[in-house]
Each structure stands twice: as structure tokens, then as C-alpha cells.
């Protein structure tokens, strides 16, 4: 597993303190792969957590369109189910047993389980994935973040962290959101960045030797493969995955081969490019939006030198903006791996090809 730093500071936030941790960072750079992997008993022994005084529990949270009726009372029923298969102690089953049959949320409820456990000398940290989507839903209100904060917060009654997961920082979220409460001040925020060259290469040797093929070993060759996947571990593991052997590789590198995704790989890759648009400022997706219509003009070739050079010369500020994000490497776009479905995707939101069928573009309510 890579991301060693920040397993090794979360680990120490549960250990010692029980204290909580806001992870972020774009699509793709290994926040749910992170999450999983703390979750996993091998991790809780291996870092001496007991699995009879720490239980994490793994949770992705809905998206409100998926579920639109999705709210707290729900969201604790799940937690709580969850948690009554790691729990042996009769009298929390019981509890648990309890909340499930109220006929109205209680939040009291909920936290007296929380104190019972602690006197109990259990320590319950959730995981939670894709937390943003609890917070642009409008039925978790300032009352579910006060009360979820003064569990984590409050160390004398309870022994309870968080670690949860947004692809926007924490603070910038709450505030976008017009959160007043301080919600985001009881976390440390570890924000994750595309891997260094040297994890990056690890990784891909690792995911080739998984997949029983030849590992590319010259370095000049790992280095432009590094830069094609502009260091984001969804990427590296996708080449990985798709390289039979070095030459595959190289071809992929210089231009001369497309990669060919299967169905499965195509489905995370368009959720990736979905999440990179949702992130993205007005500026960044204007951007987007340029590369997507060169792409479909070359039918979804890749852009020549003097083609990148103009997009970036007329988007300069946006292209560095993706660079920091790393879906940008110098003169690389990460989308180059898939130019195909990146730009169904986004001329999807902004276009509509005219009827005339000869590929022209036509803006959505032009």
C-alpha cells in the first residue's frame, strides 16, 4: 500500500488520541483504496490496534441523487448494523437493537450508545467515503455535524473518531457551503497529491507483477510512464493492468498504441473524469471544454505538440491550476489515456452535436 505517510498519521490520531482526520484530494489519487485498507484486520493487527478495543467501520456515504429520501436516522441504522456484526457484548447488541425499532430519530440515543461503549472500553471509528455527499444533502443539517462533532470531540464520554474523505478540503467545503459551525476544526487535513516518481514507478512494477507480466525495468521507460499517468495511482494501476509487457508499454508512451479499456475499466474511468468536472472552477472546465472539442475534432487522436502549446498558451492559468491537481504534466494531459470518453463526457455537459452530422458542436442553450 502506498501513501505510507499519511496511514502512518492517521494510525497515530486512532492509537493515541482517538483524534479525527479529513482526507481530500481528487479522483482517482487512492482516497478509497486508503480507507479500505485501515478498515482491514490485517492493518488493525499489524499496527496493534486489538480488534476487541477498536472497531472501524468502512462506509461509503450515498449520493443524494441515488437515494433522495437518504437521511440521518438512515445513515445511523446502516452504522449501527454494521457495527452489531464486529460487537460480541450483549448489552450494545441490545442497544443497537433498540435504535433500530425507535420510532422517531433520537440523537440521544445515538450518543448514549457511543458513552455506553467507552464505559465498555471500546473505541469506534468511522470511515467514511464520499462524505461531501452527506453534506450537500439539506436533511443532514447543523444538528447531525454537532452532534457527530461532539462525539469525536468530546474525549471524556466518548472514545469515537472519524476519518472521512472529500475531494474539496474540509474547510473550503464547510465555507462553499455556508457552514457556519466550525465543523472542519477538530480535524487534521491531509490532503493527497499525485505519488513522487519513485512510488510511482513501485506501483506500477508491483501491478504488472500482479498481473503476471513482464515488468518494464528501463528507467527512461518508467519515467514516461510516470508522466502519461501524471503520478495518480488510478492510472498507474490501469497501465498496470492493460500492459502485457514493456514494448506495450513504450507504444502506449511515444503514441504510436491506444489503450484498449475494458468495459469495467471504462466505467471508473468515466466516474473519474465525472468527479475531475465536478471539481473543477469555471476557468478549468472552459479548459476542459477546449481539449474535449480538439479531441473530438482529431477523433480522439492525440493532440500534436503545436496543438497543446495554443490550448495552453490561451488557458495558462487554468492549465496550471490542473497541474497543481496533477491531471496536467508539463505538456501531458493525464486525459490522453482515454481522450475518447473524456470527451463524450464533457461535450455531453456543454454540447450537442448538430444534426447535420458532420461533428459540428453547438453549446447547450445556443
Request: glycine letters at 6%.
Amino acid at each position: 500500500m502506498d501513501r505510507q505517510r499519511e496511514i502512518d498519521e492517521i494510525i497515530t490520531r486512532i492509537k493515541f488520541q482517538t483524534q479525527s482526520s479529513a482526507v481530500s484530494g481528487d479522483s482517482g489519487l487512492g482516497k478509497t483504496a486508503l480507507l479500505r485498507y485501515l478498515a482491514h484486520p490485517r492493518t488493525l493487527k499489524k499496527y496493534q490496534l486489538p480488534g476487541e478495543e477498536f472497531k472501524c467501520i468502512y462506509f461509503r456515504c450515498p449520493d443524494v441523487r441515488e437515494r433522495p429520501q437518504y437521511a440521518p436516522i438512515q445513515f445511523w441504522q446502516e452504522i449501527f448494523s454494521r457495527l452489531a456484526r464486529q460487537i460480541t457484548d450483549a448489552e450494545l447488541v441490545e442497544q443497537i437493537r433498540g435504535f433500530q425499532s425507535l420510532p422517531a430519530f433520537d440523537y440521544y440515543a445515538v450518543e448514549e450508545f457511543f458513552y455506553g461503549a467507552k464505559r465498555k472500553h471500546l473505541s469506534i471509528v468511522l470511515l467514511l467515503d464520499d462524505f461531501d455527499n452527506l453534506l450537500s444533502n439539506a436533511a443532514f443539517d447543523k444538528y447531525f455535524l454537532w452532534s457527530l462533532k461532539n462525539l469525536a470531540h468530546n474525549n471524556v464520554d466518548y472514545s469515537f473518531g472519524l476519518v472521512i474523505v472529500t475531494l474539496q478540503r474540509l474547510s473550503e467545503l464547510c465555507q462553499d457551503l455556508g457552514m457556519t459551525s466550525p465543523f472542519f476544526n477538530i480535524f487534521s487535513s491531509l490532503p493527497l497529491a499525485p505519488l513522487p516518481a519513485a512510488e510511482s514507478g513501485t506501483l506500477l512494477q508491483n501491478m504488472c507483477r500482479v498481473q503476471g507480466r513482464k515488468v518494464a525495468a528501463d528507467h527512461k521507460e518508467q519515467e514516461q510512464a510516470y508522466k502519461l499517468a501524471a503520478g495518480i495511482p488510478l492510472m498507474i494501476r490501469l497501465l498496470g493492468q492493460t500492459c502485457r509487457d514493456t514494448s506495450t508499454l513504450a507504444q502506449l508512451v511515444s503514441g504510436q498504441r491506444k489503450p484498449v479499456w475494458r468495459a469495467g475499466h471504462r466505467q471508473i474511468l468515466r466516474r473519474f473524469v465525472q468527479r475531475v468536472w465536478v471539481c473543477s472552477g469555471a476557468g478549468e472546465k472552459q479548459l476542459l471544454q477546449y481539449l474535449a472539442k480538439a479531441w473530438h475534432e482529431n477523433k480522439g487522436s492525440r493532440l500534436n505538440h503545436e496543438q497543446e502549446e495554443t490550448i495552453m498558451q490561451h488557458h495558462t492559468r487554468a492549465w496550471q491550476a490542473l497541474e497543481k491537481r496533477g491531471l496536467m504534466q508539463q505538456m501531458n494531459s493525464v486525459f490522453s489515456l482515454f481522450p475518447d470518453l473524456f470527451a463524450e463526457f464533457v461535450l455531453k455537459e456543454t454540447f450537442v452535436v448538430a444534426p447535420s452530422g458532420a461533428g459540428r458542436l453547438v453549446q447547450h442553450g445556443g
